[in-house]
T-cell receptor, first 110, second 116 residues
Framework: GQQVMQIPQYQHVQEGEDFTTYCNSS?????IQWYKQRPGGHPVFLIQ?????EVKKQKRLTFQFGEAKKNSSLHITATQTTDVGTYFC??????????FGGGTRLMVKP | SAVISQKPSRDICQRGTSLTIQCQVD?????MFWYRQQPGQSLTLIAT?????????ESGFVIDKFPISRPNLTFSTLTVSNMSPEDSSIYLC?????????????FGPGTRLLVL
């Protein structure tokens, strides 16, 4: 079946530093979605990318979908303590199911 | 967006007992999903709950261990049967919605289960 992998698994950054997490799929994806889970919370949808090479921005967050539609990245500029959490990418499998990556846990030191 | 509530929010249970988790959605949805998230891990789909038919289970999950009910389009239950400490996890109910054509997954707040 489809596998979605994320690196790194954990990342400690100093507040103000940048952060990037990478997502790779074993198969070509029709779209990729990103979710954020705050500590003690549940995953919350951030964005969906559909087109090859697509780049979308949400304030300090930049999301990119690879040309081959098998990889994606999330970059946060000048991290803040409010960015703390685990970031998951997810790609659709057959039907309506999503396969989630392992997640990248971001910790920000003030 | 869909608003999902789950009960209980957390529980501590004894080995060998069963717990039923309830999930309520504020709108009618065709499919509801049950996920498990073990401590520090990603989300694993347990099953898809369809109204009017049996749930569809993913590899590694069976109906005897995780019976699911789906009596109507806004409600579902997941039972964790004959629990062991390995069942300690967060159990999340989820639905899909398609605002503006984007198929988005919405999650309930989760049920945090600790089995002693």
């Amino acid at each position: 079946g489809q596998q979605v992998m994320q690196i790194p698994q954990y990342q400690h950054v100093q507040e103000g530093e940048d952060f990037t997490t990478y997502c790779n799929s074993s198969t070509t994806l029709s779209n990729i979605q990103w979710y954020k889970q705050r500590p003690g919370g549940h995953p919350v949808f951030l964005i969906q990318l559909v087109k090859s090479g697509e780049v979308k921005k949400q304030k300090r967050l930049t999301f990119q979908f690879g040309e081959a539609k098998k990889n994606s990245s999330l970059h946060i500029t000048a991290t803040q303590t409010t960015d703390v959490g685990t970031y998951f990418c997810a790609g659709p499998e057959a039907g309506n199911m999503l396969t989630f990556g392992g997640g990248t846990r971001l910790m920000v030191k003030p | 967006s869909a608003v999902i509530s789950q009960k209980p929010s957390r529980d501590i249970c004894q080995r060998g007992t069963s717990l039923t988790i309830q999930c309520q959605v504020d709108s009618q949805v065709t499919m509801m999903f049950w996920y498990r998230q073990q401590p520090g891990q990603s989300l694993t789909l347990i099953a898809t709950a369809n109204q009017g038919s049996e749930a569809t289970y993913e590899s590694g999950f069976v109906i005897d261990k995780f019976p699911i009910s789906r009596p109507n389009l806004t409600f579902s239950t997941l039972t964790v049967s004959n629990m062991s400490p390995e069942d300690s996890s967060i159990y999340l109910c989820s639905v899909q919605s398609s605002p503006g054509g984007t198929k988005t997954q919405y999650f309930g707040p989760g049920t945090r289960l600790l089995v002693l």
